[in-house]
């Protein structure tokens, strides 16, 4: 009987605690106007109405029963979902200064110390790490020769390191990975790794982690619950290690740069970094501090390494699917270039279907799908809503890359979305891997150089063959989350 009183009176307690939960969300939704949504449980939110493996494929899902601007509550924060690329756009260019700060993602947080760098960062802080980043990534040659200069040289040590595997199959992450940074890091550290270099190589185990790790199941639950998450065991914390072990890395670049400092002849980022704390350093406000320059070299470190990279290597795997695809690059290639000098970005507006070919890579592959949250600076009347300040939006970048309303074939691989009818080039508003407004991807540009004379490069001296049937080969993600991770595969580079 007592057992029974207890019982009774939990349940009591659970129902009243629901009915009161229920009322505060919709009191809250009615009194911000806020877009329609599922009803939140207590605590939980709606959580369970979200695949944990593909979240972005959920969020999609529920936009078809409450349209493209919708709210969901992860756990106990309330998010505005965007899916469509009108009403992404809308947002993030039409409202730019309304959607401009940055969104609440416990991960990114721990990564950037509370919200210091150039990517967590918001307000002045932001501001001032953004303008002073791209003014000195352009001083050391973002989107000049002298870094075109920087890729094709790693390009050419990429291509021989695959003509030392006698064409024998191989996993390519790594060999990607270290091309890739090599190009970041020339700029921020002021020299590039040899490719055996035990540093070298535990640094991109660690940044290949953390990329594993956002998308992870674990990490997603951290974005939800990251007080409770975060103090318990599990596959998380290898990716904590992996964060601490990047910025003890970085801290320990920064105090040999300190020793060595010429003011007169700044050698990379972090010169003109400290360069610019010394200048600061009787400002009382200032950004330009230790937190300052580990995170924003974390960011550009980060940023500058993982996402090009698995998208080299994603975009190989694309290619041996589609064997007719690389035979007409390969056709291209002969035609433009030839075989005896080296691509070069102004070769780009020469070369139609290989640009249309590395846009549709990025398109198809939806990298981050989610996009990094973004934040309401100010109570925004949105379409049909209020949206209160400090809400986080979710900007579906899903949702943009596979609108149906810009791309025919939203679901598979076709070039065509990129050309025109007599074979030109085309832009295409749903192109948006890079996010959009003022919080584009600082990098884009240097992004989107790397892509093509790396493509370009490997594709003029190498034909693709996988040691597996193509029709076996997988383009689904092995794992989706904060980013879509291809299958491992392998694949074997034979010279042309």
């Keep these: ?21 229920i009322t505060h969300a919709r009191k809250h939704q009615n009194k911000g106007r806020l877009p329609p949504g599922p009803t939140p449980l207590p605590i939980i939110g709606n959580i369970l109405q979200l695949n944990g493996k593909e979240v972005f494929k959920s969020l999609n899902k529920l936009s078809e029963k409450y349209g493209p601007v919708y709210t969901i509550h992860m756990g106990m924060e309330t998010v505005v979902v965007l899916c469509s690329c009108d009403a992404v756009k809308e947002a993030l260019i039409d409202n730019a200064d309304d959607f401009g700060a940055r969104g609440h993602m416990p991960l990114l947080e721990r990564i950037s110390s509370g919200g210091h760098g150039v990517v967590a960062s918001n307000g002045e802080r932001w501001k001032q790490l953004r303008r002073f980043s791209l003014m000195t990534l352009r001083n050391f040659g973002m ?14 040590f990429l291509i021989e390191e695959f003509r030392k595997t006698s064409c024998k199959s191989l996993d390519p992450t790594f060999y990607f990975s270290k091309a890739v940074s090599n190009v970041i890091c020339s700029v921020v550290f002021g020299s590039r790794f040899e490719y055996e270099d035990k540093t070298f190589l535990k640094l991109l185990g660690f940044l290949h982690e953390i990329f594993k790790g956002f998308s992870s199941v674990w ?6 619950f990251p007080k409770v998450v975060g103090k318990i065991p599990g596959p998380h914390q290898k990716m904590f290690k992996a964060i601490d072990g990047i910025q003890k890395f970085i801290e320990e670049r920064v105090k040999m740069h300190k020793e060595t400092l010429d003011p007169s002849s700044p050698r990379d980022f972090i010169d003109c970094f400290l360069l610019k704390m010394e200048q600061e350093k009787d400002v009382p406000q200032t950004e330009f501090h230790k937190k300052g320059i580990v995170n924003t070299t974390f960011d550009l470190f980060g940023a500058g390494t993982e996402t090009v990279s ?32 080296a691509p070069c970005i102004e070769d780009r507006s020469r070369m139609p279907y290989m640009d249309a070919v590395i846009h549709e890579i990025q398109r198809f592959i939806d990298l981050i799908p989610m996009g990094i949250p973004h934040k309401a600076t100010r109570d925004v009347h949105f379409r049909d809503f209020i949206i209160p300040k400090d809400t986080t939006v979710y900007t579906m970048l899903s949702s943009v890359l596979q609108d149906p309303k810009q791309f025919k ?17 085309r832009r295409n508003d749903g192109y948006m891997p890079f996010s959009s407004g003022k919080r584009i991807c ?25 040691p597996v049937d193509p029709e076996d080969l997988d383009l ?7 980013g879509n991770m291809p299958c491992t595969y392998e694949l074997c580079f034979i010279p042309r």
Aim: overall charge negative.
């Design 442 to 466: 600082v990098g884009e540009g240097l992004a989107k150089m790397e892509l093509f004379l790396f493509f370009t490069t490997i594709l003029q001296n190498f034909t693709l063959r996988s």
């Design 409 to 425: 074939y939203p679901n598979e691989f076709n070039p065509g979305h990129f050309l025109d009818e007599s074979g030109k080039f």
């Design 476 to 482: 689904t993600p092995q794992m989706s989350g904060f």
């Design 310 to 341: 698995t998208t080299l290597r994603y975009g190989l795997l694309i290619l041996l699917k589609h064997a007719d695809v690389e035979e007409r690059i390969h056709k291209e290639i002969d035609q433009v270039i030839g075989r005896n000098r």
């Design 219 to 224: 990490g997603q639950m951290y974005n939800v």
């Design 143 to 156: 989107g000049k020769k002298s870094i075109e200069e920087r890729i094709q040289e790693e390009a050419y």
């Design 1 to 21: 009987m007592e057992i029974f009183s207890t019982t009774t009176l939990l349940l009591i307690v659970c129902l009243i605690f629901l009915i009161l939960s």
